[in-house]
């Protein structure tokens, strides 16, 4: 798997070194275990899906160019993978999941790897985690039309935000803040899950 995200592009040494180092196969279903290191998204119930490697790999490694993760916000835990991989190169994580039931899966996956500096919490995403804000790296794993003005609010000076944007045709957008401007590039075509409001 890490031999074909750095032919796909992938240059972060620290990001191909968390990839190597969580085990895909514990957050996917014993069923799919045998596909976990394709290069593709797969169910994980509850209309969820484990991102495909590559994009966490590049979402991760757009968020990390020319610095460090420090804290960092992940919305929709999902199975816990893409936190697992962040704790690996962020100085801390929390991760947001609105599903309990999900949530609750997470946390059985992650808990072999007794990732010491890794938080989930279940709650409403795009209300972000103002009790623990602010931070230095946010990255949302669900789309939405827009960016969640709460998400922006708990952005650290000089933080980074990256979300799938857009309906049918996502895009991931870099919210990058200095002071009070938050300035926006847009990145790769990407497809996710809805970004929801609520919990259950």
């Known amino acids: ?63 990390c160019e020319g610095r460090h993760l420090g804290r960092a916000l992940e919305i929709g835990a999902g199975c816990g993978y893409q936190a697992a991989v962040l704790s690996l190169v962020a100085s801390e994580v929390y991760a947001v999941e609105r599903l309990r039931a999900l949530l609750d899966r997470a946390r059985e996956n992650l808990r072999p790897l007794r990732l010491p500096n890794l938080r989930l919490k279940c709650g409403d995403g795009t209300q972000g985690l103002p009790e623990a804000a602010p931070f230095d790296t946010i990255i949302v794993a669900a789309g939405g039309m827009s960016v969640p003005p709460a998400l922006k609010n708990q952005l650290a000076p000089d933080g980074r935000l990256l979300i799938p944007v857009g309906e049918a045709d996502q895009q991931l957008l870099l919210i990058e803040r200095q002071g009070n401007v938050f300035r926006e590039s847009w990145r790769d075509a990407v497809r996710f899950v809805p970004l929801l409001t609520g919990t259950e």
């Open 1 to 63: 798997m890490v031999e074909r995200l750095r032919e796909q592009g992938i240059r972060d040494e620290k990001v191909l070194a968390a990839m190597a180092t969580i085990p895909r196969h514990q957050f996917v279903e014993k069923g799919l275990a045998f596909s976990a290191y394709d290069d593709c998204a797969l169910p994980i119930g509850l209309q969820q899906t484990i991102s495909q490697p590559f994009v966490v790999a590049r979402m991760i490694e757009i968020l």
